[in-house]
């Protein structure tokens, strides 16, 4: 309405509704989360499979501290088998006492895959500062296809590749992190990955996602969300309050000031933080395991100097510290009060009944199809 129609909006204000995307909860929950489903179920009958609202009979059990330890023993046995079929695909071998962190969903420059990389550079550097520490172990999922021509996307995934060759094979660091980057990805692997999520990483700079649709399959099955205020984030954080959510980063509004100000100063930020600039650095300074020590200086240059005298248009540099503090406090939340970390993802499931493509539907049919529903 706004900016990309706007001026087919102002003729035509009347063509102009939003309808929130959903998911079938009989794939993402059903069929790839029998555990869940049968948790579910055994809880609160198995009327949700055709009624969406009665996802929200599970509010009544979240402060059940038996309830809670079966959803965790449903969280490890799905991280079981997720374990199994990396070790049967691409013959790793992953410690199942993680957190399973993950990030899925198509190599866009937008959707920040580079920005992850970024903080497990700094994770790896903060492990290494601290050789006789204990971290909680984590392991980080990449899941994605780049199109075939979008070369940067393309040495994104050598990016993730060069890091997780080096955070795995480091002494210091490989007890604590292992990077896994999921090959081929497609509904089949989603459907066995993400069940097994600990976190659910949605990182899109604001304003650029129209909805995304992980976000509400990993709501679906228990992860917890790190995420920007952008696309259907914003409704999930909604639905489950501020307190069963990690939101980071600049909103859409600060995003627009910084363009039409021009204040985004990537380099500025460079100088003033020491653990984002030894982390850039790190694309450039020969530490990442890759056959040309200029592999990855386009997308040094890109963070740092953009295109054309335009600041990097993803602002992956202004939102990293905030990003960096965010998945601290996840973590010892993970880590210091796991009941509290339970009932946040179960709280996520009981209220993702909304974001069945069931109420998408039903919405349609309201606003726009007008038929009458056959029983
Ligand atoms: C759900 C899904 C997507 C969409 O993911 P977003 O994170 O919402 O962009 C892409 N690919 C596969 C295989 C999916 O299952």
Redesign the pocket.
């Known amino acids: 309405k706004k900016q990309t129609f706007h001026d087919y909006y102002v003729m035509n204000p009347r063509k102009f509704i939003s309808i929130t995307n959903g998911?079938t909860h009989r794939r993402w929950l059903a069929v790839s989360n029998p555990g869940l489903t049968a948790l579910l179920t055994e809880t609160i009958g198995d009327g949700f499979l055709k009624d969406y609202t009665q996802f929200e009979k599970l509010m009544d059990y979240v402060n059940q501290e038996a309830f809670l330890e079966k959803f965790a023993a449903v969280k490890r046995q799905n991280k079981k088998r997720l374990a199994e079929y990396v070790y049967q695909t691409q013959g790793i071998v992953i410690n199942e006492d993680s957190l399973f962190d993950v990030q899925?969903?198509?190599l866009h420059e937008y959707?920040r895959q580079l920005m992850k990389c970024l903080h497990i550079l700094c994770l790896y550097d903060e492990i290494k500062a601290h050789p006789d520490k204990n971290f909680q172990p984590v392991t980080i999922f990449f899941?994605a296809?780049a199109s075939p021509g979008y070369i940067r996307a393309k040495n994104i995934i050598r990016l993730i590749n060069a890091v997780a060759d080096l955070v795995n094979n480091d002494v210091d660091t490989k007890d604590f992190l292992t990077v896994v980057f999921i090959e081929n990805?497609?509904?089949s692997?989603?459907?066995c990955l993400?069940p097994a999520a600990d976190i659910s990483e949605?990182l899109s700079t604001a304003g650029l996602?129209a909805?995304?649709?992980?976000?509400?399959?990993f709501m679906m099955n228990g992860a917890v969300t790190i995420g920007t205020m952008d696309?259907a984030n914003v409704e999930i954080s909604q639905r489950v309050g501020a307190e069963n959510i990690f939101i980071f980063g600049a909103d859409e509004a600060e995003i627009e000031r910084m363009k039409a100000y021009q204040t985004y100063l990537p380099g500025e930020l460079y100088e003033k933080n020491q653990a984002v600039r030894r982390a850039v650095g790190h694309l450039i300074d020969g530490i990442l395991p890759v056959a040309s020590p200029h592999q990855f200086s386009d997308l040094y240059q890109s963070l740092l100097f953009g295109k054309f005298g335009t600041p990097d248009p993803y602002f992956v540099l202004y939102d990293l510290p905030d990003y960096i503090r965010i998945f601290e406090k996840a973590l010892a939340k993970y880590t210091e009060k796991p009941l509290d970390w339970y009932q946040t993802a179960a709280i996520n499931t009981a209220k993702s009944g909304y974001f069945s493509s069931d109420r998408t539907i039903l919405e349609y049919n309201d606003q726009i199809w007008h038929l009458t529903p056959v029983e």
């Open positions: 998911i899925a969903k198509r959707k899941a296809k990805y497609g509904v692997s989603a459907e993400i949605q996602e909805s995304g649709t992980s976000n509400m399959k696309g």
